[in-house]
């Protein structure tokens, strides 16, 4: 087990209790026992139902792993938002296809994440999934793997390795799907996610090699 410092811890506003964002170097670490990683990023916008604020149509969010970054800041989540354009972009698709929310999921990666292991030289943003709300996505299956969204919101998507994957019959036959390559760098992938966009269903297999290669054992 390798002990790391950590870089930063932001309090978060919070009704219920005292909130934390820790932020370390490698983006990763154990919390009760479980790898936590804290490099993917949520961002939405939707119709401000407040009438009386016709200055401000609609409302723009971005989100860690689990809260609101209500304040404008240097983070990465923040960062990847104005590098992006996502507000304008995302109230274009919005108006475009007549919904009232839409909200993009993705990985973000680079300088001080996991150790840039894809050596880029700035923030770079990956998304994997979206939808418009609550009850049925108005967003096609289409629309979400096959990069028309991406294409016009000018990002990536993260890598598709099956679009028509069946589960294996055993954990060790998933643990090996897990290993191999990266498809973005030369180095090992740290494992594979399966989602099933219809049932709103996902889990991650972890690579062990990249466990033993990063220390987190």
Same mark, same amino acid.
Request: glycine residues 4%; proline residues 2%.
């Given at each position: ?11 978060? &506003?919070?009704? +219920?209790?005292?909130?934390? &964002? ?35 149509? !609609? ?10 970054? %209500?304040?404008? &800041? ?16 995302? $109230? ?7 919904? &009232? ?7 973000? %990666?680079?300088?001080? $994440? ?29 629309? +979400? ?51 099933? !966009?219809?049932?709103? %269903?996902?889990?991650?297999? %972890? ?11």
């Amino acid at each position: 087990m390798i002990i790391e410092k950590l870089k930063s811890v932001k309090k978060l &506003d919070s009704f +219920i209790s005292k909130r934390y &964002d820790l932020q370390t170097k490698t983006s990763n670490f154990f919390a009760n026992s479980i790898l936590v990683h804290n490099s993917s990023g949520t961002y939405f916008i939707k119709k401000n139902t407040k009438k009386w604020q016709f200055w401000k149509p !609609y409302l723009f969010g971005v989100c860690s792993r689990n809260w609101q970054l %209500i304040k404008e &800041d240097n983070s990465s989540y923040w960062t990847v938002a104005r590098k992006y354009n996502f507000k304008n972009k995302m $109230i274009t698709l919005v108006k475009k296809n007549c919904v &009232d929310t839409l909200v993009i999921q993705g990985e973000i %990666i680079g300088p001080g $994440i996991q150790k840039n292991k894809y050596h880029l030289t700035e923030y770079t943003f990956f998304l994997f999934n979206l939808f418009s709300g609550k009850g049925k996505n108005k967003f096609s299956y289409e629309q +979400i793997v096959q990069n028309s969204v991406a294409l016009e919101m000018g990002i990536y998507t993260v890598p598709v390795l099956d679009l028509q994957f069946k589960l294996l019959s055993s954990i060790p036959e998933m643990v090996n799907l897990a290993k191999g390559q990266s498809m973005l760098y030369n180095t090992e992938r740290e494992g594979v996610v399966i989602r099933n !966009y219809l049932k709103n %269903i996902s889990f991650k297999v %972890i690579n062990p090699e990249f466990l033993l290669k990063e220390n987190f054992y």
